[in-house]
């Protein structure tokens, strides 16, 4: 048996993370190049497991890709080795519908 796999909506999550909790991109580094949430740890899922070290099993992780598919799949591996993971539905694209911040190269994107 598998364990139920949390997930939160845009807003929920653009409200978790101002309060703090580690938001996970797991988008190739070209995509987070063109726009990410600020504060976002990019971690992609090419990489993903091979740097499941450089997260901490303590924190609560909310986990994103572009539209949901690729942050639902590394939530379900996350949860499986252990780890408080969340997921975001709908993506980046929920992000931005909801009002999210995006930025790139550290300046906000505006209309993104």
Request: hydrophobic share 45%; net charge negative.
């Amino acid at each position: 048996m598998s364990a139920e796999i949390e997930q939160v909506t845009a807003e929920e999550a653009i409200a978790m993370h101002d309060s703090g909790v580690a938001l996970i991109d797991v988008r190739e580094s070209w995509e987070f190049d063109r726009g990410h949430a600020p504060g976002a740890v990019l971690l992609p899922t090419s990489q993903f497991e091979d740097r499941f070290g450089e997260l901490s099993r303590d924190d609560t992780l909310l986990i994103i890709c572009h539209a949901g598919p690729r942050s639902f799949d590394a939530t379900v591996a996350l949860v499986a080795a252990g780890f408080h993971a969340i997921d975001v539905a709908g993506g980046m694209v929920a992000w931005r519908g909801a009002g999210g911040p995006v930025e790139r190269d550290g300046e906000p994107l505006h209309n993104a």
